[in-house]
């Protein structure tokens, strides 16, 4: 079983940052790639950011390219997500997410993961 713990949300404005954290525990972090997927109110739950398993590879959704920048720490069983130039838009929870079996390449759909940390909430104000 994986246990998934976000941290870091909050109420900002606008052209705000905000660093979210997601600790793991109970595997072997380093044998799996890592996602931060966002849902906000009435939406379906979309892809963010992804790294692979030794933060080699990157990618993003196009909305916030440029702005967020995705990172792990596989000594600290630690995933971030660096949100910079905050827009209201951002506003949404945002999920940590890890696959069912080792994938060492960055996957983007839900479809992909099997544990989802509890979500924490990010709010931005205009």
């Known amino acids: 079983q994986v246990q998934l713990v976000e941290s870091g949300g909050g109420l900002v404005q606008a052209g705000a940052s905000l660093r979210l954290s997601c600790v793991a525990s109970?595997?072997?972090?380093?044998?799996?790639?890592m996602g931060w997927f966002r849902q906000a109110p009435g939406k379906e739950r979309d892809f963010v950011a992804g790294i692979s398993r030794f933060g080699g590879s990157a990618y993003y959704a196009d909305s916030v390219k440029g702005r967020f920048t995705i990172s792990r720490d596989n000594a600290k069983n630690t995933v971030y997500l660096q949100m910079n130039s905050l827009k209201p838009e951002d506003t949404a929870v945002y999920y940590c997410?890890?696959?069912?079996?080792?994938?060492?390449?960055?996957?983007?759909?839900?479809?992909?993961?099997?544990?989802w940390g509890q979500g924490t909430q990010v709010t931005v104000s205009s």
């Open positions: 997410a890890a696959p069912l079996v080792p994938l060492g390449g960055v996957r983007t759909t839900t479809e992909s993961y099997g544990y």
């Open positions: 109970g595997r072997t972090f380093s044998n799996y790639a």
